[in-house]
């Protein structure tokens, strides 16, 4: 079992930055793949940025290309991302999950470990 914790959301303006953290713990020798995704009310959980843990390859959603930034600290077991020019169409809540082996990056279906999530509003 690999157990997921984000941490670092919050509110900001319009243009501003935020920084996701995600701890894992558990049986993380097993992680292949981890990812953020993001939900807003009324719409589908939808991949940010996914990253393979082992090489730090990485994948971007458009929306999140120029902006955001997805990284890993393997000596600690965190997974970052870093927001930048924050919209308010950014709203949601941002959820840390992983996967023990490849695939596609973009479906939530692929993952079997989920974090609590944490909530990120954009103020216009």
């Known amino acids: 079992q690999v157990e997921l914790v984000e941490s670092g959301g919050g509110l900001v303006q319009t243009g501003g930055s935020l920084r996701l953290a995600c701890a894992a713990s558990?049986?993380?020798?097993?992680?292949?793949?981890m990812g953020w995704f993001r939900q807003a009310p009324g719409k589908e959980r939808e991949l940010a940025a996914g990253i393979t843990w082992s090489t730090g390859n990485t994948y971007y959603t458009d929306f999140a290309k120029g902006r955001f930034t997805i990284s890993r600290d393997n000596t600690k077991n965190t997974l970052y991302l870093q927001m930048n020019s924050l919209k308010p169409e950014d709203t949601a809540v941002y959820y840390c999950a992983a996967r023990d082996y490849s695939g596609d990056y973009s479906s939530p279906r692929q993952y079997n470990y989920w974090g609590h999530g944490t909530q990120v509003t954009v103020s216009s």
């Open positions: 558990g049986r993380t020798f097993k992680i292949y793949t």
